[in-house]
Structure formats: C-alpha cells, structure tokens
C-alpha cells in the first residue's frame, strides 16, 4: 500500500488531528525487527536516519528514538529468552 516510510508518515500526519508526528510504529518495527540484535546503536540510528532522509529533523528524531526503544526491547527479550530468566 505503502512504497516508503515517508509515504507512511504522510499517511499517519493525514490520519490524526495534532500537530506532531504519528511516528509510523509498524515500519519502524518491522524493519528493526530484521535487524541483529547485536547491531549497533549507532548502526540503528544510521539505518533509519538514511530511511527518514527527507523529514525534518524533529521528524527523524523522533523515528531514531523510536526505533532505538524497539531495538534495546528486542535485545532484552533476547536475552531474558536466552539466558533462561
């Protein structure tokens, strides 16, 4: 439906009513999702400001930090699974 993650905020900004942006939660957890959980932050952090490349600033901060809380969520369930706890 979607080709982009920019398609998809357009689609999210359109749908709600304030002002700020709708940080679209499933691309952006798809698509860490696919990632290792030993990616780097920073890697992280490069993957989807390249993604966001034409958002604002604002924007692409807010998508950052979003992926960055899906990717520490990840590794913690990884290592809860993995560690037996």
């Given at each position: 439906?979607?080709?982009?993650?920019?398609?998809?905020?357009?689609?999210?900004?359109?749908?709600?009513?304030?002002?700020?942006?709708?940080?679209?939660?499933?691309?952006?957890?798809?698509?860490?999702?696919?990632?290792h959980?030993?990616?780097?932050?920073?890697?992280?952090?490069?993957?989807?400001?390249?993604?966001?490349?034409?958002?604002?600033?604002?924007?692409?901060?807010?998508?950052?930090?979003?992926?960055?809380?899906?990717?520490?969520?990840?590794?913690?369930?990884?290592?809860?699974?993995?560690?037996?706890?």
């Open positions: 439906m979607y080709d982009t993650l920019e398609a998809r905020l357009a689609a999210a900004e359109k749908r709600t009513k304030r002002t700020t942006l709708a940080v679209p939660k499933g691309a952006i957890s798809f698509i860490v999702g696919r990632l959980v030993d990616t780097s932050d920073a890697e992280v952090e490069a993957n989807i400001t390249k993604r966001t490349a034409k958002l604002t600033p604002a924007q692409q901060r807010k998508c950052v930090a979003y992926a960055l809380r899906c990717h520490h969520e990840n590794r913690g369930l990884y290592n809860r699974v993995m560690g037996g706890q």
